[in-house]
């Protein structure tokens, strides 16, 4: 019965596995073929040609567009961890009228959809002045990653000793060093992990690149490989596509397995007590 049950299990697994990797893989070997190979259905790399990954980058600024997500995603990700381990602070630490509250307010602005929303953020972008930049698209960004940046650091920071905080008071800390100079370190598992959760989605952002930007210069991956087009107008280059689709993959890929270990860390991080 062991045995059958673990054989169950890593057929379980395996499924999983293929039925969430096999997209990529299919995305890996088209984005080498080009031409009527493209609708041939094969499942084995036929050969290498490179000439998908070239015309990317010869046909649009796409490497100014993985430049624009760099600095949207990585200034998200500081402003995000910034504001959300001082309001996790506030949150886990402090007690106050109306935190139960203004806690559940901001978990419940996480759970709009983005259309929702799409117009009133148009509007204060345009008012702003921040129209096809790329402060317009950390700000609205911001209100994709922040509310769960704060509820899942508060969850963490409320897991801490409160000894620790205490002894730390007795010695003269004033509360943003007992933050960055305790805290923090501590928190550094949970804020990997929430920071590249913030950066996933920041890097993967549709609607509102799409939205809020205008020239190619200013897009980030994710409009600018939906805009791509061919040679002609009838043509859809799908080999380009493919080749631009595991161009940006990549760093996600590598962030996940150079952080792997925090992640682990962050995620089992207060999940047992005492």
Do not use: C
Not at 136 to 163: S, Y
Not at 220 to 239: K, N, R
Request: glycine share 6%.
């Amino acid at each position: 019965m062991t045995i059958l049950f673990r054989i169950g299990f890593w057929l379980l697994v395996l499924t999983i596995a293929l039925f969430s990797l096999f997209p990529f893989y299919y995305a890996v070997i088209s984005s080498f073929r080009s031409g009527t190979a493209l609708f041939t259905v094969t499942y084995w790399p036929e050969h290498f040609d490179l000439s998908n990954y070239f015309a990317v980058f010869q046909r649009q600024p796409f490497g100014r567009n993985i430049l624009n997500s760099i600095i949207v995603a990585g200034a998200v990700v500081a402003i995000s961890l910034a504001l959300g381990v001082t309001a996790a602070y506030a949150f886990g630490r402090i007690s106050f009228r109306g935190r139960s509250m203004l806690l559940l307010t901001i978990l419940g602005v996480s759970m709009f959809p983005q259309v929702a929303v799409l117009s009133g953020m148009f509007e204060l972008i345009r008012s702003f002045g921040l129209y096809n930049t790329l402060p317009g698209l950390i700000l609205a960004n911001l209100m994709l990653t922040l509310p769960f940046t704060v509820w899942v650091l508060t969850t963490f920071m409320r897991e801490l000793p409160k000894e620790i905080e205490e002894a730390a008071f007795v010695d003269g800390a004033t509360p943003w060093i007992v933050v960055r100079r305790v805290f923090l370190p501590l928190m550094a598992p949970a804020a990997v992990t929430t920071g590249l959760l913030a950066f996933i989605v920041s890097w993967n952002e549709f609607l509102f690149a799409l939205t809020f930007t205008l020239t190619n210069e200013r897009r980030t991956v994710p409009p600018a490989i939906a805009l791509m087009s061919g040679s002609t107008a009838y043509e859809l280059p799908w080999g380009t596509i493919m080749a631009a689709s595991v161009i940006v993959t990549l760093p996600i890929i590598a962030l996940v397995l150079v952080f792997q270990r925090k992640i682990v860390a962050g995620l089992t991080t207060g999940a047992v007590k005492g």
